[in-house]
């Protein structure tokens, strides 16, 4: 005795594979829109494409006294200069962020601190380049 489903036979056992195809097979070999009726459609001529930052700030989460740009900002810089680089002055901030290879314009905002001064952190030397910091931590 064969054992099989009795509910439906083999043309209707396909027809559901077919169905459920781009579910079993995931993202990586076609994603569940392999069929294409469920691909999306494109936005119309007069409607805007679809984003995932609406206007406004980019980030819901921004410290009181910054907007996201600042925020944003203030990350890109603190992205070429190192923890071995503070304290450091003026001098030691530069040679390290050409150490990360700093993009001109990054290099050029840290010629503008003055000399002779140490600074602990990015924040301090946000603060030097005349930018504002958050008003209040947590």
Known sequence: MERGSSKHGPRVDE??????SGLVQG????????????VPEPAGEDQPEPTTA????????APKGMS????????RLGRFITMAALPGDREALIANARDNDAPADI??????LPEGTRYQTVSEVWAA????????RW
């Open 27 to 38: 993202p990586g070999t076609g994603g569940s829109r392999v069929d294409e009726s469920r």
């Open 107 to 112: 290099l050029a905002e840290l010629g503008r």
């Open 54 to 61: 609406p206007a406004g700030e980019l980030r819901t989460g």
């Open 68 to 75: 996201s740009q600042d925020v944003e900002r203030r990350s």
């Open 129 to 136: 380049l005349g930018h504002k910091n958050e008003t209040t």
């Open 15 to 20: 027809q559901m594979s077919r169905e459920v």
